[in-house]
C-alpha cells in the first residue's frame, strides 16, 4: 500500500503540467477534464494494485 501511494502522489502534480496547456489549446476546460483524469488515474492504479495483490497471493515467496 505504501509503494501506491508513492505512486499516486508522484502522478498527481505531473499530469495537470504537461496536460493543461493542450487542453486549453483544443479548447476543452480543464474543470471538464479533471474528473476523466482522475477517474482513469484512479482505475489504473486500483487494477495495478489489484494484480499486485493477486501475484502475492498467487506466489507467497516472490
Known amino acids: 500500500n505504501h509503494r501506491f501511494e508513492i ?4 502522478s498527481q502534480p505531473e499530469i495537470p503540467d504537461y ?3 493542450s487542453l486549453k ?3 476543452v476546460r480543464s474543470g471538464a477534464a479533471a474528473p ?3 477517474a482513469a488515474r484512479y ?3 486500483s487494477t495495478v ?3 499486485f495483490l493477486r501475484h502475492r497471493a498467487w506466489c507467497p515467496k516472490g
Not at 505512486?7 to 508522484?10: C, R, V, Y
Open 7 to 10: 505512486g499516486k502522489g508522484w
Open 25 to 27: 489549446a483544443s479548447g
Open 19 to 21: 496536460f493543461r496547456p
Open 36 to 38: 476523466d483524469l482522475n
Open 43 to 45: 482505475l489504473f492504479f
Open 49 to 51: 494494485y489489484l494484480a
